[in-house]
């Protein structure tokens, strides 16, 4: 059945996960299991892009699949499963960030790997990276869930706007008010750099 699923492979579909998603629903607990392994770095990443509290990405990641146990049945396809999951991911994120009051960290290990560069590049890449993850933190939640969806998940503003529960032309607002808000605090970090 895992070989059916294209999960073997590590490739799979939507409708692999809609297949997964079934099997939850019936209590299948291998099934839970792989859906699990599935989302766990992705959720990871977008949970962790979102706030850097390592304790709070891993309450969001277990309630949020938590979530996805109690009420696969609710899953009706009129969206991705993906869409379902990070949609759930998202209010469970939004939901931990209001309880906590905990500052929220930057964490340049997560950006790609840069040891072919000369020291002083390593230097260079390492405080343009935290400057970035700073930006990012600057923005509001709503603001930064859109751009971390866009260009870390590469997701399509429509499949946003079910996540985030808001019109496409509100996801393309927030992030028209993102870069505006980036390109703000980038400009300033450079000029108080020179």
């Not at 706030?51 to 309630?63: A, F, G, M, Q």
């Not at 869930?145 to 019109?167: K, N």
Request: charged share 25%; proline share 3%; with cysteine.
């Amino acid at each position: 059945m895992q070989h059916q699923l294209g999960l073997s492979t590590g490739s799979h579909s939507d409708n692999d996960e809609k297949c997964l998603l079934a099997r939850v629903a019936g209590g299948d607990r291998a099934a839970f299991e792989k859906l699990y392994k599935l989302y766990f770095s992705r959720l990871t990443r977008f949970v962790g892009r979102m706030t850097r509290s390592s304790p709070l990405i891993e309450e969001v990641i277990n309630d949020t699949m938590l979530v996805v146990w109690q009420k696969a049945a609710t899953f009706d396809g009129t969206c991705k499963p993906s869409t379902w999951v990070f949609a759930i991911a998202y209010r469970k994120t939004l939901k931990g960030l209001r309880a906590s009051d905990e500052p929220l960290e930057s964490d340049a290990t997560l950006y790609e790997d840069d040891s072919g560069l000369q020291p002083e590049q390593h230097m260079h890449r390492q405080q343009l990276q935290q400057t970035v993850a700073d930006a990012l933190d600057a923005l509001p939640a709503a603001q930064r869930a859109v751009m971390v969806l866009t260009y870390y998940h590469e997701l399509a503003y429509s499949d946003i706007a079910d996540i985030v529960a808001c019109p496409v032309n509100t996801v393309k607002t927030r992030m028209f008010n993102a870069r505006q808000k980036l390109k703000e605090v980038l400009w300033n970090e450079r000029e108080n750099n020179r």
